[in-house]
């Protein structure tokens, strides 16, 4: 049977601009061209576990807006199931708004819009759904209330929850989240955020989760970029090195990972596995421009694996 992931999670139109370089404070410069593409860290992991192969859900908000209809259109025609997203009257789409470097480096500001609306509602939803998934997947563009509060409904069912701990507030920092998930996976920003260490390797990214292991977390697993990933947990620990590609736009490539590893979760792999397939998948989400657009396939996924790994 197909692995089921539900997502909780935002969905944003990305505005996206590639510039030579970033302007300095009082600063003009020129952009390449002003372009959109479907994001949104949850609609990015949904699309992402959809691609993989997962039966996937998606609770969540977009406005009454032509962004909310091209957002919820793109999920469908994705795969997604969508029931429980739903349309805010009152308050327009998320967006994002995303500054690319010529190395594919970004800079993300996000309009939260109807994605700050997810509450009670959505809690009660994703409660019942709960009940045909096998991993739920968060990511912290929610409000934190709405995130504890699936999560310990998950807990409360026997179903394995992952946070794509970003981004990192610091009223999300102070929410008691590594504890209340199973899975707790920040990139380096994001574990030093809530832990104080700054990640520059995975040595860093190793006392950084033991740091998150005493602040209750079960696994710890954390996103190093082009230095792969670290995990830490009840099973073990592993660094896992990324698969070496030239980036043209790294917009995305953390929720491809952690969609990979929800995925993988879902279909009990071990953890190191899972780690592997999950860089493979941050990787290929590179080459492309645009968040959902790069999401890959479990088709490149194992053509990556058989290629680099044979
Ligand atoms: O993780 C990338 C995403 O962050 C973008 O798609 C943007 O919408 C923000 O949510």
Redesign the pocket.
């Known amino acids: 049977m197909a692995p089921r992931v539900l997502v909780v999670g935002?969905i944003?139109?990305?505005l996206i601009v590639r510039c030579a370089r970033l302007p300095a404070r009082g600063e003009t410069i020129h952009g390449d061209a002003l372009r959109t593409?479907?994001?949104?860290?949850g609609?990015?992991q949904a699309v992402s576990c959809s691609r993989l192969g997962a039966r996937t859900l998606m609770v969540g908000r977009v406005g009454d807006d032509e962004f909310g209809a091209k957002l919820r259109a793109g999920l469908v025609a994705e795969g997604v199931n969508v029931d429980s997203v739903r349309v805010d009257q009152e308050v327009p789409s998320?967006?994002?708004l995303?500054l690319l470097e010529q190395d594919g480096q970004?800079r993300?500001i996000?309009m939260k819009g109807a994605n700050a609306g997810i509450g009670e509602e959505e809690v009660a939803v994703a409660q019942e759904l709960l009940a045909g998934v096998d991993v739920v997947l968060m990511?912290l563009?929610v409000p934190v209330d709405t995130v504890r509060a699936v999560a310990a409904a998950a807990r409360a069912q026997g179903v394995c929850s992952v946070l794509d701990a970003?981004p990192a507030t610091p009223e999300a920092v102070a929410a008691g989240l590594p504890a209340a998930v199973d899975v707790f996976s920040p990139n380096q920003i994001e574990a030093e955020a809530f832990t104080g260490i700054r990640v520059r390797d995975a040595t860093d990214a190793r006392q950084a989760a033991r740091r998150l292991i005493e602040m209750g977390a079960r696994d710890v697993v954390i996103k190093l970029g082009d230095q792969g990933a670290y995990w830490l947990g009840e099973g073990g620990e592993r660094h896992a090195p990324a698969f070496s590609v030239d980036p043209v736009d790294t917009?995305?490539a953390?929720?491809a990972f952690t969609a990979s590893l929800a995925v993988s979760i879902a279909q009990g792999t071990e953890m190191p596995e899972a780690l592997h397939r999950a860089n493979a998948a941050g990787a290929l989400a590179c080459l492309k421009l645009g968040?959902?657009p790069s999401m890959p396939t479990a088709e490149a996924v194992e053509g990556l694996l058989q290629e680099r790994t044979g």
């Open positions: 935002s944003n139109m990305d593409a479907p994001g949104g860290k609609a990015n998320g967006t994002a995303i970004n993300i996000v990511p563009e970003g917009t995305a953390g929720d968040a959902q």
